[in-house]
């Protein structure tokens, strides 16, 4: 590299896209690059201007505009912009203007078209083929843990080690006895070096193969050999293995090829434990359902509150090993209910059976199965309709009364709107939350929903489900049929709306003003839910989580083609910042939230987050345009 | 016409007027090129001018005792600096390199020992500047410097018109009205250099010393001058000197 543009390729190698390109594409860009300078105030890009560069703003700060005129974009340092025009039709589509005195970077366009053939990332980020928020949700996928987590973190014990000359009976009492389901078959000596090694007791062994529980099947008992014979007989050739070091998902890759359940895995030449495919399959929850188990062995409220510490663990554990939020997300919520079952069970045994049938009813984010660490208690009861309040309540409160206080002290913290089984209110015969639902589908107005949309995501915990799916049914067929039901929850949803993006360590709105953080719920995910949850009602589904709502929706003609997936990509993307935030708070012994702070979101977040948002945005347009509010005309027919 | 004075303080004839004297009068063929490739006239706006950026690192300030070790250009317009067509060559000094300014330019005695002779360069050098108005900050360095090598091994000087962005600066900051009364209350004056000068307009800290890369930032902050207290209609002839 000559030396005299380090300062050009320096500072590009910094920002994305350009910080993924190879030493000799960022050589090449650093030598093309033509330079101007842009005072505060003039005009970069004009509406329809010919465009033949990619524009680096190398230092300054410049405001990209829509046609209408609103504020489209606010970049600094490292950003680019002008890469639409360019794989279009080379007109400016949106106008720049410098906001401070600005040096650009110019990329000529055969530079900008090399970067995009010759690096993914680059034409991912300049969106050449897909839009950029998908392909980072899909490499984040990628990224999973089994990528990166190696498959020694499997094993439990040392695999069972038999000579070649030991009875297929002795084999099998030893692997029996380790609770084991297979034996790896030694020979003394050493003759090929391939498959020789030292015990800790310096003999020298030869692996010469594996005996599965199913080889006893096949190989012993089928063929009718005696108890005695020797499981050197039995085995061929030594087995496929993998080293420690190699991937959890290089071992499942292993055994699909090979198509074996078993694996030796080695260190160096030493066996040191065999996996099977179940604890692959069994690794990836394996901590949260440890931990469910032991929400279920517990004896008292007071043994559940000390596990509180252990949900935060387990929630850092499967991010960190790249669990998507979906994942995060049903986990959370199955720890929330076996939570609340648990607390129920303990409340049964104290005061006895329910004297008439109940459901306890769970909803917003649990019943989502999209519970984040930082969560509140939304629940109630929905009771038979034997229930007689004079002679039953007093139970249902006592009931709903443990359950709430054991919760919060679980960390689910009291509902401050008061959704709980204590309210009486939300504490009724399933005859009454049948009327509930019929008065806001058939009479709604968007104050009346405000505070009751939380319950149109509902779902069993514990006991009479079929209580919850009739209601359920209910909203699913009557929601659709109710335009001005679906107005009045569209309105409702559109009163969170996302900021624009981020400019250096602020969060910048809409209207050009700069906050110092922003809450990623209720800018972000809430109103996403919000607007899906609408689409939902709409097209009749009966489906309580998002993606799963995405899907019935993508089943209709309700949103134009494409639009589903750029949902999906961007609730994905909003609710994995928020996660990935909270597990940072946590790290660093802060109480989670739900705020970000610019300074600690990476420049691919940025951008990322900056197309969630704009998907956002533009869902909530067509919603309104959507589901209009009836005419009155309309209304009173 | 005060800095045409300056540049040709006797019998001034004007810089189109001396190119085309010297274009006939010149034994080298390189420098008869040179020269007939004409320069501006005074009136051409500067937005209209096609540039370049030219920068000499030297073993030190007087060219009758020290030497060029680099020498950067890098063409340009008001609108686009081109980096593609930049040029940089380091050559053998006639006199001994000092260690110090080894380290100032960040170029080794290996370098320099590969190196050739200026003369090598000069068709491409004087390539690169044909047609082109040079820009330099501080003229009292490229002009001398590249006059006096030149007259070494042609046996015939060069002369051309500069925009010297250091004396744009000193026009604002070393002999306005503000500066004589900054001076009168005995601040001490505002630096002129070229890193300096450059945060003055927000452009940012390049790394100085190296020939190409300080043509580079004297280019942008030409273009930032000229943005700032120029229009692109004003006649290159108020600029150079």
Same mark, same amino acid.
């Given at each position: 590299?000559?030396?005299?543009?380090?300062?050009?390729?320096?500072?590009?190698?910094?920002?994305?896209? /350009?910080?993924?390109?190879?030493?000799?594409?960022?050589?090449?860009?650093?030598?093309?690059?033509?330079?101007?300078?842009?005072?505060?105030?003039?005009?970069?890009?004009?509406?329809?201007?010919?465009?033949?560069?990619?524009?680096?703003?190398? @230092?300054?700060?410049?405001? =990209?505009?829509?046609?209408?005129?609103?504020?489209?974009?606010?970049?600094?340092?490292?950003?680019?912009?002008?890469?639409?025009?360019?794989?279009?039709?080379?007109?400016?589509?949106?106008?720049?203007?410098?906001?401070?005195?600005?040096?650009?970077?110019?990329? $000529?366009?055969?530079?900008?078209?090399?970067?995009?053939?010759?690096?993914?990332?680059?034409?991912?980020?300049?969106?050449?083929?897909?839009?950029?928020?998908?392909?980072?949700?899909?490499?984040?996928?990628?990224?999973?843990?089994?990528?990166?987590?190696?498959?020694?973190?499997?094993?439990?014990?040392?695999?069972?080690?038999?000579?070649?000359?030991?009875?297929?009976?002795?084999?099998? *009492?030893?692997?029996?006895?380790?609770?084991?389901?297979?034996?790896? =078959?030694?020979?003394?000596?050493?003759?090929?070096?391939?498959?020789?090694?030292?015990?800790?007791?310096?003999?020298?062994?030869?692996?010469?193969?594996?005996?599965?529980?199913?080889?006893?099947?096949?190989?012993?008992?089928?063929? +009718?050999?005696? $108890?005695?014979?020797?499981? +050197?007989?039995?085995?061929?050739?030594?087995?496929?293995?993998?080293?420690?070091?190699? @991937?959890?998902?290089?071992?499942?890759?292993?055994?699909?090829?090979?198509?074996?359940?078993?694996? $030796?895995?080695?260190?160096?030449? *030493?066996?040191?434990?065999?996996?099977?495919?179940?604890?692959?399959?069994?690794?990836?929850?394996?901590?949260?359902?440890?931990?469910?188990?032991?929400?279920?062995?517990?004896?008292?409220?007071?043994?559940?509150?000390?596990?509180?510490?252990?949900?935060?663990?387990?929630?850092?554990?499967?991010?960190?090993?790249?669990?998507?939020?979906?994942?995060?997300?049903?986990?959370?919520?199955?720890?929330?209910?076996?939570?609340?079952?648990?607390?129920?069970?303990?409340?049964?045994?104290?005061?006895?059976?329910?004297?008439?049938?109940?459901?306890?009813?769970?909803?917003?984010?649990?019943?989502?199965?999209?519970?984040?660490?930082?969560?509140?208690?939304?629940?109630?009861?929905?009771?038979?309709?034997? /229930?007689?309040?004079?002679?039953?309540?007093?139970?249902?409160?006592?009931?709903?009364?443990?359950?709430?206080? +054991?919760?919060?002290?679980?960390?689910?913290?009291?509902?401050?709107?008061?959704?709980?089984?204590?309210?009486?209110?939300?504490?009724?015969?399933?005859?009454?939350?049948?009327?509930?639902?019929?008065?806001?589908?058939?009479?709604?107005?968007?104050?009346?929903?405000?505070?009751?949309?939380?319950?149109?995501?509902?779902?069993?915990?514990?006991?009479?489900?079929?209580?919850?799916?009739?209601?359920?049914?209910?909203?699913?067929?009557?929601?659709?049929?109710?335009?001005? /039901?679906?107005?009045?929850?569209?309105?409702?949803?559109?009163?969170?709306?996302?900021?624009?993006?981020?400019?250096?360590?602020?969060?910048?709105?809409?209207?050009?003003?700069?906050?110092?953080?922003?809450?990623?719920?209720?800018?972000?995910?809430?109103?996403?839910?919000?607007?899906?949850?609408?689409?939902?009602?709409?097209?009749?589904?009966?489906?309580?989580?998002?993606?799963?709502?995405?899907?019935?929706?993508?089943?209709?003609?309700?949103?134009?083609?494409?639009?589903?997936?750029?949902?999906?990509?961007?609730?994905?993307?909003?609710?994995?910042?928020?996660?990935?935030?909270?597990?940072?708070?946590?790290?660093?012994?802060?109480?989670?939230?739900?705020?970000?702070?610019?300074?600690?979101?990476?420049?691919?977040?940025?951008?990322?987050?900056?197309? %969630? /948002?704009?998907?956002?945005?533009?869902?909530?347009?067509?919603?309104?345009?959507?589901?209009?509010?009836?005419?009155?005309? %309309?209304?009173?027919? | 016409?005060?800095?045409?004075?300056?540049?040709?303080?006797?019998?001034?004839?004007s810089w189109p007027?001396y190119f085309?004297? *010297?274009?006939?009068?010149?034994?080298?063929?390189?420098?008869?090129?040179?020269f007939?490739s004409g320069t501006a006239a005074?009136?051409t706006?500067?937005?209209?001018?096609?540039?370049?950026?030219?920068?000499?690192?030297?073993?030190?300030?007087?060219?009758?005792?020290?030497?060029?070790?680099?020498?950067?250009?890098?063409?340009?317009?008001?609108?686009?600096?081109?980096?593609?067509?930049?040029?940089?060559?380091? =050559?053998?000094?006639?006199?001994?390199?000092?260690?110090?300014?080894?380290?100032?330019?960040?170029?080794?005695?290996?370098?320099?020992?590969?190196?050739?002779?200026?003369?090598?360069?000069?068709?491409?050098?004087?390539?690169?500047?044909?047609g082109r108005l040079v820009?330099?900050?501080?003229?009292?360095?490229?002009?001398?410097?590249?006059?006096?090598? =030149?007259?070494?091994?042609? +046996?015939?000087?060069?002369?051309f018109p500069?925009?010297?962005?250091?004396?744009?600066?000193? *026009?604002?900051?070393?002999?306005?009205?503000?500066?004589?009364?900054?001076?009168?209350?005995?601040?001490?004056?505002?630096?002129?250099?070229?890193?300096?000068?450059?945060?003055?307009?927000?452009?940012? %800290?390049?790394?100085?010393?190296?020939?190409?890369?300080?043509?580079?930032?004297?280019?942008?902050?030409?273009?930032?001058?000229?943005?700032?207290?120029?229009?692109?209609?004003?006649?290159v002839?108020?600029?150079w000197?």
């Amino acid at each position: 590299m000559d030396v005299e543009l380090l300062e050009i390729r320096q500072h590009m190698a910094q920002f994305p896209p /350009f910080d993924s390109l190879s030493d000799d594409l960022l050589d090449e860009v650093a030598g093309q690059v033509e330079v101007g300078y842009y005072k505060a105030g003039t005009d970069i890009l004009t509406l329809d201007q010919e465009v033949h560069d990619l524009c680096y703003i190398r @230092s300054g700060a410049v405001e =990209v505009y829509r046609r209408n005129g609103d504020l489209y974009n606010r970049l600094g340092e490292g950003d680019i912009f002008g890469q639409f025009s360019l794989l279009r039709n080379h007109r400016a589509r949106f106008p720049a203007a410098a906001l401070e005195d600005t040096l650009i970077y110019f990329i $000529p366009e055969p530079v900008f078209r090399r970067l995009c053939e010759s690096d993914v990332h680059f034409a991912d980020f300049v969106e050449l083929g897909r839009p950029r928020l998908e392909a980072a949700v899909e490499d984040q996928k990628k990224a999973n843990d089994m990528m990166i987590t190696r498959v020694r973190k499997l094993l439990t014990r040392y695999p069972v080690m038999v000579e070649a000359t030991t009875t297929v009976q002795e084999t099998a *009492r030893q692997i029996s006895e380790a609770q084991a389901s297979a034996a790896l =078959v030694l020979d003394a000596g050493g003759e090929n070096p391939r498959y020789s090694f030292t015990d800790s007791e310096e003999r020298l062994w030869q692996m010469c193969g594996i005996l599965t529980d199913s080889d006893f099947r096949t190989r012993v008992v089928a063929e +009718g050999l005696p $108890p005695d014979t020797p499981v +050197g007989r039995l085995v061929g050739k030594p087995p496929i293995t993998i080293q420690s070091d190699e @991937s959890v998902h290089e071992a499942m890759l292993t055994m699909l090829r090979n198509n074996i359940h078993h694996l $030796p895995v080695l260190h160096r030449r *030493r066996p040191v434990g065999i996996v099977h495919l179940s604890d692959i399959i069994r690794y990836e929850t394996h901590s949260s359902l440890y931990l469910v188990s032991n929400i279920y062995n517990q004896a008292s409220p007071a043994g559940l509150a000390k596990l509180a510490p252990d949900v935060r663990a387990a929630f850092v554990r499967m991010v960190e090993e790249g669990a998507n939020s979906q994942m995060v997300g049903s986990a959370l919520s199955t720890i929330g209910r076996s939570f609340t079952r648990r607390l129920l069970e303990l409340a049964e045994q104290e005061l006895g059976p329910p004297p008439v049938p109940y459901c306890f009813m769970v909803n917003g984010s649990m019943a989502r199965n999209e519970q984040s660490i930082v969560t509140d208690q939304d629940n109630a009861l929905v009771l038979s309709d034997d /229930f007689d309040p004079e002679r039953h309540d007093a139970y249902f409160l006592a009931l709903a009364q443990r359950v709430s206080d +054991g919760l919060h002290a679980c960390g689910y913290t009291y509902c401050k709107g008061e959704v709980m089984a204590t309210n009486p209110k939300w504490r009724q015969p399933l005859a009454v939350w049948r009327g509930y639902f019929r008065d806001w589908i058939e009479d709604p107005t968007p104050e009346r929903l405000l505070h009751s949309s939380i319950f149109f995501d509902l779902d069993s915990a514990y006991g009479e489900e079929a209580y919850v799916e009739q209601l359920q049914d209910q909203v699913a067929r009557q929601a659709a049929k109710s335009p001005l /039901f679906l107005a009045a929850m569209a309105r409702n949803a559109l009163n969170r709306t996302p900021p624009l993006g981020f400019f250096r360590t602020f969060v910048m709105e809409k209207n050009g003003k700069q906050n110092n953080s922003i809450n990623l719920k209720r800018r972000g995910t809430a109103p996403m839910v919000d607007l899906i949850r609408v689409h939902a009602l709409a097209c009749g589904s009966s489906a309580q989580n998002s993606f799963d709502r995405l899907d019935d929706i993508g089943n209709t003609q309700l949103l134009a083609p494409g639009v589903g997936e750029k949902l999906r990509y961007a609730l994905e993307f909003l609710a994995m910042s928020r996660i990935r935030h909270q597990m940072i708070d946590i790290q660093q012994e802060r109480e989670p939230d739900n705020n970000i702070e610019p300074e600690n979101v990476s420049d691919n977040e940025r951008h990322n987050l900056k197309d %969630a /948002f704009q998907a956002l945005s533009n869902a909530q347009k067509f919603l309104k345009y959507r589901y209009p509010l009836p005419s009155r005309s %309309a209304r009173s027919r | 016409m005060r800095t045409l004075r300056q540049a040709s303080p006797r019998d001034a004839p004007s810089w189109p007027e001396y190119f085309e004297q *010297r274009a006939a009068a010149c034994r080298s063929p390189l420098l008869s090129r040179y020269f007939s490739s004409g320069t501006a006239a005074p009136t051409t706006p500067v937005g209209d001018v096609e540039m370049v950026a030219l920068d000499l690192e030297t073993t030190g300030l007087d060219p009758r005792r020290h030497a060029v070790v680099s020498v950067g250009a890098v063409p340009f317009t008001l609108d686009r600096i081109r980096l593609a067509e930049r040029c940089y060559w380091v =050559v053998q000094p006639t006199r001994p390199l000092s260690s110090k300014s080894v380290t100032l330019h960040r170029i080794t005695h290996s370098e320099i020992a590969e190196a050739p002779d200026l003369e090598r360069i000069l068709p491409e050098l004087f390539e690169v500047m044909a047609g082109r108005l040079v820009v330099v900050h501080f003229r009292h360095i490229e002009r001398p410097f590249l006059d006096g090598a =030149v007259k070494e091994r042609l +046996g015939e000087g060069i002369r051309f018109p500069v925009i010297d962005t250091m004396s744009l600066e000193a *026009r604002r900051h070393r002999l306005s009205l503000w500066a004589r009364f900054r001076r009168w209350l005995r601040r001490p004056p505002v630096s002129i250099r070229l890193h300096d000068s450059r945060l003055r307009y927000g452009l940012p %800290a390049y790394q100085g010393h190296h020939a190409l890369l300080d043509a580079l930032a004297t280019a942008e902050l030409l273009q930032a001058q000229i943005a700032t207290h120029y229009r692109l209609e004003t006649p290159v002839g108020e600029l150079w000197s």
